[in-house]
């Protein structure tokens, strides 16, 4: 495996994570823009845009797209976050020219007025049905408020009034000031001709926006309390908890990721034996969300509404005892062993390693190999572990509650 | 790559496709018997039992089995079909011995009476659940038609009354017949010690069952014709065909592949061009089951009751032109790229390739490699297409259709 890096002036950092001995080719654009790069104003235009990259450029229709996508036997797919908008494909290496040519002419879509408007009533319809399932939109509402003013309390799907009052305009200036080439990375990893993809993507990209595109950073006022929700259709009991947390590069991110695995993942964790395979509760997790600069710890919890209460407290009593007494030696291990298992079972494929090298230079602009991210967990002590439970689960939350329509769910 | 075998009388069949550059080991056992090894009397016992497999044995309690999974921080699963019973993990090779141990541990379970009685209730639910959901186990009531009185019929999770008069006897007899070594294979793939391995396995094996266990095979009376089911509870129409089909070691199976991808794949084939990409149908599928001596064509449709009449005249037109005409080059050339791009991709992860070789010696006991099987689709010819065509499309075919209460979806 070999790391191979390219930039030149106006085009944008091309990275390749070479493996000769791999049958496939991964590509894909990470572009560093998402939710929170957006105002209240535009919000959803980031997700919007998304879909309209698959609308048709000025050399090709959205039939030409699929068409093409479909030859090329790609396995390809898009998705939007808080903090990133990303474009991939997996192939077989004989179509890695095609493949890129696709995948960077789409990063220029023509943004036609008509493909615009049909494709926001798709959008609503899909605001519509996120809001008709359980947990009913509730982890939003739940960053909303813990982030208050700050850009990570908007939404990624944006609102129905945001969606609704979005114009074309609007969607064009956000495309242009922020899928600029200093703004975009382009990740290859498998089986990748390196020298051939940085000449034809120097090619491609050389007429596309070339402004700065900066991310406003502004230390989150964190908001602490409590709120019910009450839903007349639903039948079971969501809680959920947000905490303080670290950021995506905050060196306590190993040891707050264990913290999580051992009190509260959704197999063999502190809450797990006492919550979930005793049949009490039917979900319980807790875990770190890192974001650049800032982050946050989430808590799910779903039950049969008679449990909530007594489930809550069993919740918070397992916290206290972890803060006070720690971990132990054994469940750190267990834990560690669970991780970077994990973390090796994925990273097999090329096409999981391009979102690792893709996340990493989002975040940091270097790519940490997975040999380093696994000796830095397997560094983390016990000590280590309650520091970071005491910076996240020892400070105050805010908790939102969704229950059915008697409301006695939560507070019975 | 390295494909290593091993059989000892009296112990199982073992074959390991060895990768020393992977990162993990894959384990599995894959054992030959299902749905279609029961009678009408104890249906559902295959797939009952392989949830008793993880409720104890002589060694161990379900929650040890539970711990010590979580403890190789394994990815494992099982699952049951019409003609095998698969038990797999994938680990790190360090803990190839441990998980080794374990795997083969459950495949002698202990059957205790209360745990049956629990699992009893947990599989009464899940097949309440099953035909709770569209299409409402309309796949299995087809085949039930369509196979008559062959074994084929009989549905995986069995019927509310088979699991509720299933006596432990029966499972305990139908696991010796069973789970002997003679009808199970060890399969290993990624970084495996293979002599380690064997040592153990046939160590660990010393005591099972060693009793032939045989398939009946009786040829099919096949069942054509349809009808029409009524639920109150649906708002759009689901329609399920099935015809004559090819068994898993028939020449003709790449050649079927290949017409279904072009006809009704999920994406750019013709019937998607026709009707979901045009919006007139939610999903319009045809596909090949292929079972040992026998097979046929699945075909699905799920769309709006009042588009219903139209998109079936649709279909029928789509599949007359096919058979008089034939597919074209083109459409031969991407329907093989399609084929073999998801081929090689899904060939990257040990994990996947342990599927490949444990369902390639449960059909034909040896193991047919990638580059093979690359190579049988390439030298597919239109020709070879049309003739699938004509002996499955072309043939008679059973037909169901789903409606709400109005019943005038399928009819009007």
Request: glycine letters at 6%; proline letters at 4%.
């Amino acid at each position: 495996m070999e790391l191979l890096t390219h930039k030149s002036a106006g085009s944008p950092q091309i990275i390749g994570l070479r493996d000769p001995a791999a049958l496939t080719t991964s590509l894909g654009w990470f572009v560093k823009t998402g939710s929170r790069d957006e105002t209240v104003e535009v919000a959803g235009v980031s997700h919007f845009l998304e879909h309209m990259v698959f609308k048709g450029t000025p050399r090709r229709s959205a039939e030409d797209v699929n068409r093409e996508l479909d030859f090329l036997g790609a396995q390809s797919n898009a998705f939007t976050s808080e903090e990133s908008t990303v474009f991939y494909a997996s192939v077989l290496p004989e179509y890695q020219d095609q493949c890129l040519d696709l995948l960077s002419d789409l990063m220029q879509p023509s943004l036609r007025e008509g493909e615009f408007e049909t494709e926001r009533q798709v959008i609503l319809e899909e605001i519509a049905m996120y809001d008709d399932q359980p947990p009913y939109g509730a982890f939003e509402i739940a960053l909303e408020h813990f982030f208050g003013a700050h850009p990570l309390s908007l939404r990624v799907l944006g609102t129905t009034e945001s969606v609704s009052d979005l114009t074309l305009d609007q969607m064009k200036q956000y495309h242009t000031a922020r899928y600029s080439t200093e703004n975009m990375y382009l990740v290859a990893s498998g089986n990748v001709d390196f020298d051939r993809m940085v000449e034809q993507a120097v090619s491609l990209s050389a007429s596309w926006p070339k402004s700065e595109a900066s991310r406003k950073f502004s230390k989150p006022r964190m908001h602490f309390g409590e709120m019910t929700i009450t839903r007349e259709d639903t039948q079971q009991y969501y809680g959920i908890s947000v905490w303080p947390g670290v950021d995506c590069n905050d060196p306590q991110r190993y040891a707050l990721r264990l913290l999580c695995t051992i009190l509260a993942d959704d197999s063999g964790s502190r809450l797990f034996w006492e919550l979930v395979d005793t049949g009490r509760a039917e979900t319980v997790t807790i875990w770190p969300q890192v974001f650049d600069e800032c982050g946050c710890l989430l808590g799910y919890m779903c039950c049969a509404p008679e449990d909530a209460r007594d489930n809550n407290k069993t919740i918070n009593r397992v916290i206290q005892q972890l803060l006070q007494e720690g971990v132990t030696e054994r469940e750190l291990e267990l834990a560690c062993n669970k991780i970077t298992s994990s973390l090796v079972l994925s990273d097999e494929r090329p096409s999981s390693r391009l979102f690792a090298v893709g996340q990493s230079w989002l975040c940091r602009q270097h790519y940490e190999p997975l040999d380093v991210v696994l000796s830095r967990y397997e560094s983390v002590t016990c000590d280590e572990i309650l520091q970071s439970a005491q910076k996240t689960l020892g400070q105050s939350n805010f908790q939102i509650r969704i229950v059915g329509e008697n409301g006695s769910a939560g507070t019975s």
